[in-house]
C-alpha cells in the first residue's frame, strides 16, 4: 500500500541555520511527490513537487528538496531559516493511475528560534 | 485568480447536532476534492469531484458523511449527526490537472463537543 513518512513530528532551529525535513514513501512506481506547507491560520500552500527529470527541484521561499529513488526519500532543505518559516510541512505522493488522492505524512512542525 | 474559499472556518457543534461545510473552488476547476486532518494524524482523503459526479469516495468514513456538488460549481459536505470522533479540520482542495497540483482552502476546523 501507498504510504508516506515523516519521521520527525518536531524540529527546532535557530534563525538562519541550515534546515532538513525527511520524508520517506512507499509506492509502486515512479511517484509524483509534493511538499505542502501550513502557517498558522493558513490553508495547505505548495511548496514544490517532483514528477520527473532532474531529481533536485526548486520551490518556493528558497526550499528544495532532492528525490532519490534508491532510498525512496524525497527530503526537504533550506540552506538559511528564516523565522518567517515556522509551520507545519507535509509531504505527500500521488495521484497514481486509478486514483487523484494525495496520501500524507503526518507532518513535520517547524520552530524557529531567533 | 481567487483561491478556494471554504466556509466556515470554523464550527463548534453539539454531538448529535448537524453541520454544514462549504468549499468553492477555484473557478473553472473541474476536480475537488475533500479531506480530513484529525488532531495529531496525516490529511486524510475522503472524495473526489469530477464537475458534480462523485469519481472516488473511497476515504469517506460512514453513511454520515454526504457530500454533494450540484451544477459542478461549489460543493458542501454534510456531517448528520455528529459524533465526538468527526473533530478535525476539513480542507478542500480543486485542481485543473492533478499531476500539476492541487490548491488547497484555508480549512474549516470542527469541534464536536
Known amino acids: 500500500a501507498q504510504s508516506v513518512t515523516q519521521p520527525d513530528i518536531h524540529i527546532t532551529v535557530s534563525e538562519g541555520a541550515s534546515l532538513e525535513l525527511r520524508c520517506n514513501y512507499s509506492y509502486g512506481a515512479t511517484p509524483y511527490l509534493f511538499w505542502y506547507v501550513q502557517s498558522p491560520g493558513q490553508g495547505l500552500q505548495l511548496l514544490l513537487k517532483y514528477f520527473s527529470g532532474d531529481t533536485l527541484v526548486q520551490g518556493i521561499k528558497g526550499f528544495e528538496a532532492e528525490f532519490k529513488r534508491s532510498q525512496s526519500s524525497f527530503n526537504l532543505r533550506k540552506p538559511s531559516v528564516h523565522w518567517s518559516d515556522a509551520a507545519e510541512y507535509f509531504c505527500a505522493v500521488g495521484p497514481s493511475y486509478n486514483t487523484d488522492k494525495l496520501i500524507f505524512g503526518t507532518g513535520t512542525r517547524l520552530q524557529v528560534f531567533p | 485568480e481567487a483561491g478556494v474559499t471554504q466556509f466556515p472556518s470554523h464550527s463548534v457543534i453539539e454531538k448529535g447536532q448537524t453541520v454544514t461545510l462549504r468549499c468553492d473552488p477555484i473557478s473553472g476547476h473541474d476536480n475537488l476534492y475533500w479531506y480530513r486532518r484529525v488532531m495529531g494524524k496525516e490529511i486524510k482523503f475522503l472524495l473526489h469531484?469530477?464537475?458534480?459526479?462523485?469519481?472516488?469516495e473511497s476515504g469517506m468514513p460512514n453513511n454520515r458523511f454526504l457530500a454533494e456538488r450540484t451544477g459542478g460549481t461549489y460543493s458542501t459536505l454534510k456531517v448528520q449527526p455528529a459524533e465526538l470522533e468527526d473533530s478535525g479540520v476539513y480542507f478542500c482542495a480543486s485542481s485543473q490537472d492533478p499531476r500539476v497540483g492541487y490548491t488547497f482552502g484555508s480549512g474549516t476546523r470542527l469541534t464536536v463537543v
Open positions: 469531484f469530477v464537475k458534480e459526479s462523485k469519481q472516488d
